[in-house]
C-alpha cells in the first residue's frame, strides 16, 4: 500500500524484480507528489509550528513530520518496507547513519526510525521560511560546514539534545548521490556519537534513486525498502579509531544498501 510499509526481519527468500511505472502512473505520481511538497509542506510546517509549544516540546512535531511524510509518500505512490536485522529499542538514544540517494529518502526514514529522532541539517534550511522555522521548532539540529566557530556550538547543542534522550539521524556523505554509489564520509556524525556515548545503527536504503534521483522533478511510484542493521558501540573504538569506526560503518551501509552487490555484478 502506498505510504504504508511492513516491517520484518531480513531473510534470504528470493523476491520478484518490481515492473517500471507506466507513463501514466508516473505522470500522476510527479503531479501528486511535486503538488504536495508544496502546500502539504507548508500546511503542515505550520501545524508543526503551532504544536511545538506542547511539553514535551519538539516532540509533537516529530508526529506532524510523521503525517507529512506519509502524505508525501502516498501522494506519489510510494511503498515502503523495512528489514531489521535484530529489534531495535526506540527509547534508547542512537545515531542512525545511511546513504542519500534521493529526497524521498527523508520521509521513509521519518516514517520508519524508532523512537524520536532529529536529523542534521545544512544551516541554509533553517533560512527558509515556515519550513525552516518548523524543523527548528521540532529540534532539527542546525549544522554549519564553513563557520568553526557556529559550527561548535551547534555540535555542543546536538551531543546535550542526544543526552537528554533524543536520537540523531544523520546523511555521513552530506549530499545526495547522483548515482547511487557512496561518497566520502565526513566527520561530524561520528564525533557526535563519539563525544555523545552513543552507539551507531547503520541504515541501507535501497530503491529511492529510482523514484526520484538528485535534480530530476520527476516522481516514478514504486518501492523503498529501508535495512536497518546491529547497532555498532562506538566507545570501542575511541577517539583514536575514529577511522576505523568510519570503515566499519561504510561497509556496514554499503551492505545493507546492496552496494556491494552492485559493485561485484559491475
Known amino acids: 500500500m502506498a505510504g504504508?510499509?511492513?516491517?520484518m526481519t531480513t531473510t534470504n527468500g528470493n523476491r520478484?524484480?518490481?515492473?517500471?511505472?507506466?507513463?501514466l502512473a508516473t505522470l500522476v505520481a510527479t503531479i501528486g507528489g511535486n503538488v504536495y511538497i508544496l502546500f502539504g509542506t507548508i500546511v503542515c510546517a505550520i501545524v508543526a509550528i503551532l504544536v511545538s509549544w506542547i511539553p514535551p516540546?519538539?516532540?509533537?512535531t516529530f508526529v506532524v513530520a510523521r503525517i507529512w511524510s506519509r502524505g508525501l509518500l502516498a501522494s506519489s505512490g510510494v511503498g515502503l518496507e523495512v528489514e531489521n536485522e535484530t529489534p531495535l529499542d526506540p527509547n534508547l538514544p542512537s545515531v542512525y547513519m545511511s546513504n542519500h540517494q534521493s529526497l524521498y529518502d527523508i520521509p521513509a526514514l521519518i516514517v520508519t526510525l524508532p523512537g524520536q529522532t532529529r536529523f542534521l541539517a545544512k544551516r541554509s534550511l533553517f533560512?527558509?521560511?515556515?519550513?525552516?522555522?518548523?524543523?527548528?521548532?521540532?529540534?532539527?539540529?542546525s549544522i554549519d560546514r564553513e563557520d568553526r566557530s557556529k559550527a561548535s556550538e551547534s555540535f555542543a547543542a546536538a551531543v546535550q539534545r542526544l543526552q537528554a534522550g533524543s536520537s540523531a539521524m544523520v546523511f555521513p556523505e552530506g549530499t545526495r548521490s547522483a548515482d547511487g554509489s557512496l561518497g566520502p564520509f565526513?566527520?561530524?556524525?561520528?564525533l557526535l556519537a563519539l563525544k555523545g556515548g552513543l552507539p551507531i545503527v547503520p541504515v541501507g536504503i535501497r530503491g529511492s534513486l529510482a523514484v526520484q534521483p538528485k535534480g530530476s522533478?520527476?516522481?516514478r511510484p514504486g518501492r523503498i525498502t529501508l535495512h536497518y542493521g546491529r547497532p555498532i558501540d562506538a566507545a570501542e573504538y575511541g577517539l583514536k579509531g575514529k577511522k576505523d569506526l568510519?570503515?566499519?560503518?561504510?561497509?556496514e551501509i554499503e551492505r545493507l544498501a546492496g552496494l556491494e552487490e552492485q559493485a561485484l555484478g559491475s
Open 127 to 141: 533560512r527558509i521560511p515556515i519550513f525552516g522555522w518548523s524543523i527548528k521548532a521540532g529540534g532539527f539540529i
Open 186 to 190: 565526513q566527520r561530524g556524525g561520528f
Open 246 to 251: 568510519e570503515q566499519v560503518v561504510r561497509r
Open 16 to 23: 520478484q524484480p518490481d515492473k517500471g511505472p507506466g507513463d
Open 217 to 219: 522533478h520527476v516522481v
Open 57 to 60: 516540546r519538539g516532540n509533537w
Open 4 to 7: 504504508g510499509y511492513s516491517r
